[in-house]
């Protein structure tokens, strides 16, 4: 039986105007727009969410309006982590009330915990709040790592533990996550490069910021997995790694993925400052990027 925390997880984006208040309505159109093309769930008020600007009335609002599109076609998972083990929790009960599947809960930022502080801070949060979590590592983003010790420790002591978002890139540290914990938690791709690696290893899925602009491409890549199309699967990943590499790795995400959902036609609004939008270069790469998908330049781009 397929867990509602397998497949392709949408961290998506919240569309603001150019003032950088919240567009609801906006968020509303890209809500169907991400489920008519397959994933499996969408995760608010993520990093690709913008949630470390977001005030915490304005997650709950934004997870309410996720929830009330999705209709539970879809597995919700809200972005609940914040610096401090206190607003963590209540962030994370305050989405529990609103109905969510489980909370995706970031490593503390800003200051960088010991690994006996980080290791209290998810025990202390998991023995506070009766909701599935998964961790979430994101390097990128906070400096260091969530180790698969540390992982480990949590998923065999807590049962509210359902899975990790490995967003590091590091197939070593995932292959390590996956052997400790594979058959207990689902082990998650975060970054489009591993996703391929990380199911035949023996992960559960991925939670990728293409997503956000491909939704059906990155759906499709773990179809093709599924039904064992491993050649389709590979072709699938190579396209999904290229188009990674100008949206996420080589411009600030953040805008680069507005600008190709915005291309693409979908209202996804503007960053909030101090993110700005994409200068004209930047802009004109991503608009020769889209051409060359939709004239069927794919599955090996030449970028």
Not at 67 to 77: D, I, Q, R
Not at 140 to 153: D, M, N, V, W
Not at 259 to 270: Q, S, T
Request: net charge neutral; aromatic share 6%.
């Amino acid at each position: 039986m397929k867990s509602k925390f397998e497949g392709v997880f949408v961290p998506h984006i919240t569309p603001f105007t150019e003032k950088g208040e919240i567009d609801f309505e906006a968020l509303r159109v890209c809500v169907h727009f991400w489920i008519e093309g397959g994933v499996e769930g969408l995760m608010p008020c993520g990093s690709n969410g913008e949630a470390p600007y977001m005030a915490r009335e304005e997650r709950q609002k934004i997870i309410a309006t996720v929830l009330e599109e999705a209709k539970n076609s879809v597995t919700v998972v809200a972005g609940t982590g914040a610096p401090s083990t206190w607003e963590t929790i209540q962030l994370t009960k305050e989405a529990m009330d609103l109905g969510v599947d489980a909370a995706v809960v970031v490593t503390p930022y800003y200051y960088r915990p010991s690994n006996r502080e980080l290791t209290a801070h998810y025990k202390t949060i998991l023995e506070n709040v009766d909701l599935p979590i998964i961790l979430y590592s994101v390097p990128k983003f906070t400096g260091y790592a969530l180790e698969p010790s540390t992982i480990a420790e949590l998923a065999n002591e807590y049962s509210n533990v359902v899975g990790v978002k490995d967003s590091g890139g590091n197939i070593a540290t995932i292959t390590e996550t996956i052997r400790l914990v594979g058959k207990k938690i689902a082990v998650l791709a975060g970054t489009a490069d591993v996703v391929l690696p990380t199911l035949v290893l023996g992960g559960k899925g991925a939670v990728i910021a293409v997503a956000n602009a491909y939704p059906k491409l990155c759906a499709s890549l773990h179809k093709a997995y599924r039904e064992a199309d491993i050649r389709k699967a590979a072709k699938l990943q190579r396209t999904i790694t290229c188009i990674n590499e100008i949206l996420v790795r080589r411009y600030n995400q953040l805008s680069a993925i507005k600008e190709a959902m915005r291309l693409l036609g979908l209202p996804a609004g503007y960053p909030r400052k101090p993110a700005l939008p994409l200068g004209e270069t930047e802009k004109a790469e991503i608009k020769s990027l889209l051409k060359r998908l939709n004239t069927g330049l794919k599955p090996d781009l030449n970028l």
